[in-house]
């Protein structure tokens, strides 16, 4: 896995031991996550746009990662955590997300990992 390391966009997803690459380069250059919000006046749903000035991870254990996106443009508040972690025995992977500080909007979803 490889991520842009200023707003981690998801860039790379390769088989180490084959080189294949699992994602297309054309649809990579955004976030691995989306969030709608809900306009409480007409109850209509859009995609909001958001740039992090901060993008982190870490590696909790060999079968964990933690990513973190923090201070948004007029979002200061704004934090996003993804949890990314494999099963020990088994070829599954289980992906978690929160959002937290997203004030004075209501969210109606959030799509993670994003296509």
């Known amino acids: 896995m490889g991520f842009e390391k200023k707003t981690g966009k998801f860039l790379?997803?390769?088989?180490?031991?084959?080189?294949?690459?699992?994602?297309?380069?054309?649809?990579?250059?955004?976030?691995?996550?989306?969030i709608n919000t809900q306009s409480s006046a007409d109850n209509s749903s859009t995609v909001k746009e958001f740039s992090p000035a901060k993008f982190s991870f870490s590696k909790v254990d060999p079968f964990t990662l933690i990513l973190k996106w923090e201070k948004f443009e007029n979002m200061n508040n704004l934090n996003v955590k993804?949890?990314?972690?494999?099963?020990?025995?088994?070829?599954?992977?289980?992906?978690?997300?929160?959002?937290n500080g997203f004030d004075n909007a209501i969210i109606s979803n959030v799509v993670f990992p994003q296509n």
Do not use: C, H, M
């Not at 993804?82 to 959002?99: G, R």
């Open 12 to 34: 790379v997803f390769n088989d180490l031991i084959t080189g294949y690459e699992f994602i297309d380069q054309t649809l990579v250059r955004k976030l691995p996550w989306e």
């Open 82 to 99: 993804a949890e990314i972690s494999l099963d020990k025995n088994d070829s599954f992977s289980y992906w978690n997300i929160s959002v």
